[in-house]
Each structure stands twice: as C-alpha cells, then as structure tokens.
C-alpha cells in the first residue's frame, strides 16, 4: 500500500471513529433526557391550553374507584415459595387493613392534565405537541415523569390520597399470598407490559431504547391479569409511588394492622415495576424506594380514599365475572 492510501485509510478511520463518538454522545443525551429532567419546563402556548381545555371537557377518563373489603391478607414474601424474594419483603406475614378504595387504573395523562389546568402547573416533559399538549395516543397512559410531592397533591385535589403499600399490595393480590395478580404463572409475554420485549438482556441495560418513546401502553389493557379486585397493571407499564416512607427492615418490625410506614425517611416507596424492570423485580410484594423529588419515566401513581364513595365518581363493589 502506498503512502497516499494509507493516508487515506487513515482519514477514513479517523472519521468512522468520529461518526461512532458521536452516535454514542447522541445516545447517551437522549438517555440523559428519559432519565433525568428534573430542571427541564415545558411552556404553554395559548393556542395549546386552548386545546387542553377543549379535551378536558369533551373526552372521557378512566377514573373509577373499587372496593377492597376490610379483613387481613398475606403480605410481603416467603423465600420458600418465591425464590426471587428479596430481604426488604420479609417476613410475610397476616395484615389486617379496614375497608378503602382504590383507582381500578394508574392515573393517566388526561386525568393529570385537569390537575395541571386547575392548578395553573406547566405541561409534563413529555407533553410536547400542539404548544403543550401530548399526542392523543397518549390520553389513556399513565402520567409520569411526577415525583411523589406532585402525584400527593394530584390525589388531594382529587379528594384522594396516595395508598398505603399495605393498602396497594392487598390490591394487587389480595389475600392469598399469591405472586402476581394474576395468580403464580409468569408473567409471559400477555399479562404485563415489561423489560423482556424482544431485546436481549435488560431492558435497563440498552441505553439506545430511550431515543424511542419509552413502550408505554393504555391503562386498561391486560384484561386476563387483572388483580382479585379488578384492577389493571398493578405489574409493569409504570411503577407506582405509595404513601409510605421506605425503609428495607421496615416490615421486621411493622405492625400487624393498617401499617402506615416509618415515621420519616430520606427515600418514599414505590411499588408494581416499570416498563423498564426485569423479570425479577415483576412482583406484587417487591418494594423499593428513593428520593421524593425524583421524575423519571417509568414511575406514576394511582390513588385511594377511605371505603365511602367519592363524589362523582364510581366506586365497583364487585369482583371481576361477578353480579353487583
């Protein structure tokens, strides 16, 4: 090879080199923006909340409650019946809750937007068409990029509040002690929406998914892995803040009826798994925490009340298949 092609190769190396920096720059922004967004504001246009004004009032939410009766259910994990349990869940044991209700669906983006309009808030990160607005694709998934401070006063201005995790793990699975909401089979590939979608390895572990829209789906899908009580993706789409601040050794010394959490903490809990978690981590007792102020896009909420009917809104008395 003479001197003028190997300097030509060398050029052509110096190039390719540069073009794979700079892929893996774009990448890692863009993972950057799904992650953390805590100092990014989108504005409204006026054209825009004309428009977010418009769909408050013409399109209907999904936001019934259910009845989860009072009496005791098993709560957190046996190492011998689920291999996958971690410390922070045991022991199981008996929990006795009084009656509450609960939304039958993680709250969505129209239902977080009458709160935003109401309150004067700016759009989400992600609401970025039509001068602040989500694509109407969207009207039905679960709101997130919200930290506990704004999903608490999301639920207090609907007349709600966050549910315990004693409160939210009775919904998932009732008072059986089972693994998922479903029963105890996998999850597979039709019951939750997760990080095993084809990629190989974790989801979690694959930076380049985030240039895409994060797979998020509608709330009311998944009709055969529907909880005891009727509700739907307790496991998988977004994770869920509960009530509770979070310590791992909390439950070696809870107490046994209508446990609330530590009295303080650094961190509050989230419970469910996001589109983002691994097969491990898909469990109605898997618990975790962290910081209050954290917004991200696998994390959102539902809320709950006390038993008694909330004004305008329908509360379900009955299980899935049966008769009111």
Same mark, same amino acid.
Not at 261 to 281: I, L, V
């Given at each position: 090879?003479?001197?003028?092609?190997?300097?030509?190769?060398?050029?052509?190396?110096?190039?390719?080199?540069?073009?794979?920096?700079?892929?893996?720059?774009?990448?890692?922004?863009?993972?950057?923006? %799904?992650?953390?967004?805590?100092?990014?504001?989108?504005?409204?246009?006026?054209?825009?909340?004309?428009?977010?004004?418009?769909?408050?009032?013409?399109?209907?939410?999904?936001?019934?409650?259910?009845?989860?009766?009072?009496?005791?259910?098993?709560?957190?994990?046996?190492?011998? *019946?689920?291999? !996958?349990?971690?410390?922070?869940?045991?022991?199981?044991?008996?929990?006795?809750?009084?009656?509450?209700?609960?939304?039958?669906?993680?709250?969505?983006?129209?239902?977080?937007?009458?709160?935003?309009? *109401?309150?004067?808030? #700016?759009? @989400?990160?992600?609401?970025?068409?039509?001068? %602040?607005?989500? /694509?109407?694709?969207?009207?039905?998934? &679960? =709101?997130?990029? =919200?930290?506990?401070?704004?999903?608490?006063?999301?639920?207090?201005?609907?007349?709600?509040?966050?549910?315990?995790?004693?409160?939210?793990?009775?919904?998932?699975?009732?008072?059986?002690?089972?693994?998922?909401?479903?029963?105890?089979?996998?999850?597979?590939? $039709?019951?939750?929406?997760?990080?095993?979608?084809?990629?190989?390895?974790?989801?979690?572990?694959?930076?380049?998914?985030?240039?895409?829209?994060?797979?998020?789906?509608?709330?009311?899908?998944?009709?055969?892995?529907?909880?005891?009580?009727?509700?739907? /993706? @307790?496991?998988?789409?977004?994770?869920?803040? =509960?009530?509770?601040?979070?310590?791992?050794?909390?439950?070696?010394? *809870? #107490?046994?009826?209508?446990?609330?959490?530590?009295?303080?903490?650094? /961190?509050?809990?989230?419970?469910?798994?996001?589109?983002?978690? $691994?097969?491990?981590?898909?469990? *109605?007792?898997?618990?975790?925490?962290?910081? &209050?102020?954290?917004?991200?896009?696998?994390?959102?909420?539902?809320?709950?009340?006390?038993? @008694? !009917?909330?004004?305008? @809104? /329908?509360?379900?008395?009955?299980?899935?298949?049966?008769?009111?």
């Amino acid at each position: 090879m003479d001197a003028s092609s190997a300097e030509k190769w060398k050029r052509l190396d110096r190039w390719i080199n540069a073009l794979l920096v700079g892929a893996i720059a774009l990448v890692l922004a863009n993972a950057a923006w %799904g992650l953390d967004t805590q100092d990014i504001t989108v504005e409204w246009t006026d054209a825009g909340k004309n428009i977010a004004m418009e769909r408050v009032k013409t399109w209907p939410a999904k936001d019934d409650l259910v009845l989860i009766p009072a009496g005791a259910f098993l709560m957190g994990s046996d190492k011998k *019946a689920d291999r !996958n349990a971690y410390d922070a869940e045991r022991p199981q044991r008996a929990v006795y809750l009084d009656a509450f209700a609960i939304d039958r669906y993680e709250v969505t983006a129209l239902q977080y937007l009458k709160f935003v309009l *109401a309150t004067n808030r #700016p759009p @989400q990160i992600d609401w970025r068409y039509e001068g %602040g607005n989500f /694509q109407e694709s969207m009207a039905h998934h &679960p =709101v997130m990029h =919200v930290s506990w401070h704004d999903a608490d006063a999301y639920c207090r201005w609907a007349g709600k509040r966050l549910p315990t995790e004693a409160e939210w793990e009775k919904a998932a699975r009732g008072e059986d002690g089972r693994l998922f909401p479903w029963g105890n089979q996998l999850a597979g590939l $039709s019951r939750a929406n997760f990080g095993r979608t084809g990629l190989s390895g974790p989801v979690r572990d694959r930076p380049e998914r985030l240039l895409l829209y994060p797979p998020i789906i509608a709330v009311d899908k998944y009709e055969n892995a529907v909880s005891p009580y009727g509700l739907h /993706q @307790q496991i998988g789409n977004v994770a869920e803040w =509960v009530a509770d601040w979070y310590d791992k050794d909390y439950y070696k010394t *809870a #107490p046994d009826r209508n446990p609330t959490g530590p009295d303080r903490g650094t /961190q509050r809990a989230f419970r469910g798994g996001g589109w983002m978690d $691994s097969t491990t981590t898909m469990r *109605a007792a898997m618990r975790n925490g962290t910081d &209050p102020n954290t917004k991200i896009n696998w994390l959102g909420f539902r809320c709950a009340s006390g038993a @008694q !009917n909330q004004p305008g @809104q /329908q509360v379900s008395l009955a299980l899935p298949g049966s008769t009111p």
